[in-house]
Nanobody
Framework: QLQASGGGLVQAGGSLRLSCAAS????????MAWFRQAPGKEREFVAA?????HYADSVKGRFTISRDNVKNTLYLQMNSLKPEDTAVYYC????????????????WGQGTQVTISS
């Protein structure tokens, strides 16, 4: 029900825009978020949107989360990318407000690989 796309390989300092298309239900009233998981590391919170936006400190000022409830799509604009941003990025949705803990999210996309070369 969530389909993430937009990942790829870019050089450090570059930009990417991830998209997460929702289907099967309307997610307008859901909190939606992006998480990422690098090899050998736990999945970590990146950003969330439930009317208000929330960001991990590591991406604040570089990433922007947005959503188009008409298109039922979540976005993550990533600028000034760094090699440490390399990870598989997942979109997720939950009822209620935003949360930083991945276990609270009920719906997950399949992930899209983002690789930043130095």
């Amino acid at each position: 029900q969530l389909q993430a796309s937009g990942g790829g390989l870019v050089q450090a300092g570059g930009s990417l825009r991830l998209s997460c298309a929702a289907s099967g239900r309307t997610f307008g009233s859901y909190a939606m978020a992006w998480f990422r998981q690098a090899p050998g590391k736990e999945r970590e919170f990146v950003a969330a949107h439930s009317g208000n936006t929330h960001y991990a400190d590591s991406v604040k000022g570089r990433f922007t989360i947005s959503r188009d409830n008409v298109k039922n799509t979540l976005y993550l604009q990533m600028n000034s990318l760094k090699p440490e941003d390399t990870a598989v990025y997942y979109c997720a949705a939950k009822t209620g407000g935003s949360a930083y803990y991945s276990g609270e999210y009920e719906y997950w996309g399949q992930g899209t690989q983002v690789t930043i070369s130095s």
